[in-house]
């Protein structure tokens, strides 16, 4: 059980540049999240997957955000036209799945700062 | 959608103090967790405790689900448990887990 890796760590970019962030869950696990937390606050929900099927999103989740798991394995969350308003901690979770549930482990995060 | 509300939002100890946090919760929900995240912004997994009372260490939590809140025990605190508490709740549809705001703990060598 290596954990949930994420990458990068750190991203600086300019405003209207696209930016991709990389997850790579526990292995096994059929569930990944994607959440965004901002400063003095508790990460907030953006999307989740079931295997390859994007199951939910947010209404925080706009246009210009898209993610995808493409073989049920790792996950990108790509935001298109970057706003300062992206800048955040954009963390990645995953958990197994049993009838009695099984609790979300969370990636270290890629902070993304827009300039 | 479901609320969480954390109490208190900031909490100041001396090291060997004992503390309690609180989360309280607006509607049923499958499971419950307990999160610390570290100065470097890391989530640390605590509790996963939908019901009942769990001990891990000096650290112990309870959930009383019928009544929609879980306290958390911090006993005889180190610096080390400096950070900030989130309790976050999973919903019966979706698996989605929200976040209260957290408490900020700081403890004092």
């Known amino acids: 059980d290596t954990g949930v890796s994420q990458d990068p760590r750190h991203k600086i970019t300019k405003r209207g540049q696209n930016v991709t962030f990389r997850c790579d869950p526990i292995?096994?696990?059929?569930?990944l999240y994607w959440y965004r937390q901002t400063l003095g606050q508790g990460p907030e929900f953006l999307t989740y997957?079931?295997?390859?099927?994007?199951?939910?999103k947010s209404r925080l989740l706009s246009d210009r955000f898209s993610a995808e798991r493409p073989k049920g394995s790792f996950s990108t969350l790509e935001i298109q036209r970057t706003e300062q308003g992206d800048s955040a901690m954009y963390l990645c979770?995953?958990?197994?799945?049993?009838?009695?549930?099984?609790?979300?482990?969370f990636g270290d995060g890629t902070r993304l700062s827009i300039l | 959608g479901i609320q969480v509300e954390q109490s208190p939002p900031d909490l100041i100890l001396q090291e060997g103090a004992n503390s309690t946090l609180r989360c309280n919760f607006s509607?049923?929900?499958?499971?419950l967790q307990w999160f610390h995240q570290n100065p470097w912004g890391q989530l640390i997994n605590l509790f996963y405790?939908?019901?009942g009372t769990k001990q891990n260490g000096r650290l112990s939590a309870t959930t009383v689900a019928t009544e929609r809140y879980s306290l958390l025990y911090i006993s005889s605190s180190q610096t080390t448990d400096s950070g900030v508490y989130f309790c976050?709740?999973?919903?019966?549809?979706?698996?989605?887990?929200?976040f209260g705001a957290g408490t900020t703990v700081t403890v004092r060598a």
């Open positions: 509607d049923s929900v499958n499971n």
């Open positions: 997957f079931q295997n390859e099927a994007q199951l939910e």
């Open positions: 976050a709740v999973e919903h019966r549809v979706g698996y989605k887990l929200s």
């Open positions: 292995s096994e696990h059929n569930r």
């Open positions: 979770a995953s958990s197994g799945e049993d009838r009695f549930g099984q609790p979300q482990h």
């Open positions: 405790i939908p019901s």
